[in-house]
């Protein structure tokens, strides 16, 4: 792997830089590929990536082939969108400096190859307005601020209200659950029908969804990605009940509409996470509000991510696979 300069005054890279990453040729076909990467210009970091996160929602959807239209989709691709590591160039206007540990949202630094979303690599290029300081003691444990930052979103709409329910005892429905309790929000139910995944919980209860005989929520955060629940979460609304969708369906959506016309149901859509989310729950975590602890369950070398990825999306008691970089530099 050629050198980083660490001068933070260097503004231009005097060597070729390279980058090992994974790369989806096409569903189901994945590779450790060393690529070239572009030279940074003055806004631009360099990045040392330790460790990355494999997602199991959007992730697994370009395993399969059954991603949606979505921007940039194409193969071949380096997937990730949740990578941590350390600041190795810095460009004069880059509002960063050599030595901070950041993490980053992915990169598109890979020439022909598409990054959707770019982080799963061991060395990335980025603006570095793209990239936020963490503290050193989150560890990789720091690749789960995305996630964090999803749950938070979902939750800081203006007027809407907090969750009665969750469905799905995921990460994600884990730091749902955890970040509207550290916002002050009464504890949520949590809905599972796993028995793997019913454990874990801190502060809140976690039930099977046929043992809650409740059918007057006010709202329902569903995260599970399954497209034919609604018509269900409908029913367990009161009139003017709102369901919230914060996780990420590859279906065609659809509901029964007598239903939901008697009840005027509500629905509302979540969307990605804005840098001012990741922000605030860099800060619940920092000052100990927010626990990230539990939630990172298998842990592979970048070499063996083949095996890392099977395991993501196959073993029901795999929680989030992070991939180590650290020794594929």
């Not at 360099?46 to 082939?65: I, P, Q």
């Not at 990169?107 to 503290?135: D, N, Q």
């Not at 504890?187 to 209860?205: D, H, I, L």
Request: aromatic share 6%.
């Amino acid at each position: 792997m050629a050198p980083v300069a660490s001068d933070q005054s260097t503004d231009q890279q005097t060597t070729a830089l390279l980058t090992r990453a994974v790369v989806l040729r096409a569903p189901r076909e994945l590779e450790i590929r060393e690529l070239s990467l572009p030279t940074p210009g003055i806004e631009d970091v360099v990045v040392d990536v330790e460790a990355s996160g494999v997602s199991a929602g959007t992730e697994r959807l370009l395993w399969t082939g059954r991603m949606p239209p979505f921007p940039g989709l194409g193969y071949p691709l380096v997937p990730g969108y949740e990578s941590v590591g350390t600041v190795t160039h810095a460009g004069a206007d880059s509002g960063r400096r050599v030595g901070e540990r950041v993490f980053v949202p992915g990169a598109r630094c890979f020439g022909e190859i598409r990054g959707l979303f770019g982080g799963a690599a061991s060395r990335l290029v980025v603006a570095g307005r793209r990239v936020t300081p963490v503290a050193a003691d989150l560890g990789d444990r720091a690749i789960l601020l995305a996630l964090a930052a999803t749950a938070y979103h979902a939750l800081d709409a203006g007027g809407v209200q907090p969750p009665d329910v969750i469905v799905g005892h995921g990460v994600l429905g884990r730091l749902l659950a955890r970040v509207a309790i550290a916002r002050g929000d009464a504890p949520p139910t949590v809905w599972e029908t796993s028995t793997q995944r019913m454990a874990g919980a801190q502060g809140y209860a976690v039930v099977h969804p046929e043992a809650d005989g409740r059918h007057d929520y006010g709202s329902i955060y569903d995260v599970s990605g399954d497209a034919g629940l609604l018509d269900t979460l409908i029913g367990r609304l009161r009139p003017g009940g709102e369901i919230v969708l914060a996780g990420f369906y590859h279906e065609r959506l659809s509901f029964a509409f007598p239903a939901a016309f008697q009840r005027e149901v509500r629905l509302r859509v979540a969307a990605e996470w804005q840098p001012r989310d990741l922000l605030k729950v860099s800060e619940l975590a920092a000052r100990g509000r927010l626990s990230l602890d539990g939630l990172i369950t298998h842990r592979e070398s970048a070499t063996d991510a083949a095996n890392a990825y099977a395991t993501a999306f196959d073993d029901p008691s795999c929680l989030k696979m992070v991939l180590d970089w650290r020794n594929a530099q």
